[in-house]
């Protein structure tokens, strides 16, 4: 029975990621918001995917997929750009002696998030042989990276709720 428990919140973990890769795609028509959404899918990829080791690797590579499906990309940029990073993250995380204080956490998920910004723009730039409009990642990176510090306290709680034994 607890083993059963235990799944389904792992499950329900999952889907709340699923939920928010179709945050990220859905379609406000209000003055272009639609491509200034923040990542929220990358915020609880770095959480749960680095820090938490709860996503494996190929959940994170479907997420890609899909998200990219739904928004029209290139099939496997997304995944691309998320396999890329977890596994450079998770090498230095183990590589250096991480104290796993708030600040710190905070620095690594805007390192995360530029990066993740930078490969696609360029993968996408080559992708389509012209560079893109700058203006929507820049506004993107700056949104993720203030709305982190108040998502990153709800991850803290799922984890807390849905991870540890009560």
Request: with cysteine; net charge positive; aromatic share 16%.
């Amino acid at each position: 029975m607890l083993q059963q428990k235990s799944i389904s919140r792992i499950i329900l973990l999952h889907l709340i990621a699923i939920l928010f890769v179709i945050m990220n795609v859905s379609d406000i028509r209000i003055a272009g918001l639609s491509d200034l959404i923040p990542l929220f899918d990358l915020m609880i990829i770095f959480y749960f995917g680095i820090f938490k080791n709860a996503f494996s690797i190929w959940f994170i590579f479907i997420l890609g997929i899909w998200n990219d499906a739904l928004n029209g990309a290139p099939l496997g940029t997304t995944a691309l750009c998320y396999i890329l990073l977890i596994k450079l993250f998770l090498l230095l995380n183990n590589k250096m002696i991480i104290k796993e204080n708030f600040i710190q956490i905070w620095r690594q998920f805007v390192a995360f998030c530029f990066l993740f910004l930078s490969m696609k723009y360029t993968v996408l730039s080559a992708f389509n042989g012209e560079f893109l409009n700058v203006i929507t990642p820049i506004v993107q990176f700056i949104l993720s990276s203030v709305l982190y510090i108040l998502m990153h306290k709800f991850f803290d709680y799922l984890s807390q709720k849905l991870l540890e034994d009560n």
